[in-house]
């Protein structure tokens, strides 16, 4: 029986001793070294190789490194093989930096005052207190939820929309297609942190956009794909739309040549919001490994294949 990774050195000088120390029985190869291919039960990657089942053909569990999984070609993994995303306090903890940042960005003017700086121009604009910002996340998962009680209680008032029902302290929860309105009515500054599904590809759109109060401002961490850009773009230039923070772009890198590089009112990271930490990411990784061996299957980071997250 072995562990294959397909990742980063990085990652392998960690996980390796750390799989060796705890699991000496398990062997641990590093691709693109596999071992006998008919021992490998378990793979990490962030996209695993082609033709799997004739690969390694009694591969029983995947790991995504990261806490997506619409990198993975769903019907190139046999039905039997478990696949698993994700989840460590690296991730999250780095996603609420990086989305109280990008809020308090917005709130406080910021864009607005990097343009002026630009231009050399001294020119005040109106304070608001965080009380009088109304923020929503659409996505209360793994990574929205820790984000909207940050937000909270970071004196914001906060709601969340989420495809199934939830109930959080601070918050207001909408669900479901039939309360996305509403929630849009109420959000000042929208916060992306949907997983991408057939169902969310493209729905920062003009159609949402018009939905929200005039002048909203939005942050995408999700995927580059839920963005709609010449929408955006159009919206911009109505005013419907204020301001953007995107951290993630489609494609990847984002072209030389896109417009997005050079409005003022949208504000780019290269996709940095958040990424695993190597050593707590080990430790998620081979604590669910052992609990597998033990006979656990009901994980939360487990994928339903059905909701494709």
Do not use: M, S
């Given at each position: 029986m072995s562990f294959l990774l397909k990742s980063t050195p990085e990652r392998a000088q960690v996980w390796k001793p750390l799989f060796n120390?705890?699991?000496?029985?398990?062997?641990?190869?590093?691709?693109?070294?596999?071992?006998?291919?008919?021992?490998?039960?378990?793979?990490?990657?962030?996209?695993?190789?082609?033709?799997?089942?004739?690969r390694f053909p009694n591969l029983e569990v995947i790991f995504s490194v990261g806490a997506g999984v619409d990198q993975f070609d769903m019907s190139a993994i046999p039905e039997h093989v478990t696949i698993i995303r994700m989840i460590e306090p690296g991730l999250t903890d780095g996603m609420v930096d990086y989305v109280l940042w990008a809020t308090l960005t917005l709130h406080r003017d910021g864009l607005t005052y990097i343009?002026?700086?630009k231009n050399h121009v001294w020119k005040t604009r109106p304070n608001l207190v965080a009380a009088q910002r109304r923020v929503g996340i659409m996505g209360l998962g793994t990574l929205g939820a820790p984000v909207a009680r940050a937000l909270a209680l970071n004196g914001f008032t906060c709601s969340g929309w989420s495809r199934s029902r939830h109930a959080m302290p601070d918050v207001t929860c909408y669900a479901g297609a039939e309360e996305l309105g509403a929630f849009l009515a109420t959000t000042d500054i929208l916060v992306c942190l949907l997983p991408l599904t057939d169902a969310t590809r493209g729905i920062l759109n003009t159609s949402l956009f018009e939905k929200l109060p005039w002048g909203a401002q939005l942050i995408n961490v999700a995927r580059g794909a839920h963005l709609v850009v010449p929408d955006l773009l159009e919206m911009l230039e109505s005013g419907q739309i204020s301001a953007a923070i995107l951290d993630v772009t489609d494609p990847e890198p984002l072209p030389i040549d896109s417009p997005l590089w050079d409005d003022p009112r949208i504000f780019i990271t290269p996709h940095i919001a958040s990424s695993s930490q190597t050593e707590t990411a080990g430790r998620v990784l081979l604590d669910t490994v052992e609990c597998y061996l033990a006979g656990e299957r009901n994980f939360p980071s487990r994928v339903d294949r059905s909701k494709g997250y």
């Open positions: 120390k705890a699991l000496p029985e398990l062997e641990f190869h590093v691709w693109p070294e596999t071992g006998n291919p008919e021992e490998v039960r378990f793979l990490a990657a962030w996209e695993p190789p082609p033709d799997l089942l004739k343009a002026q700086q």
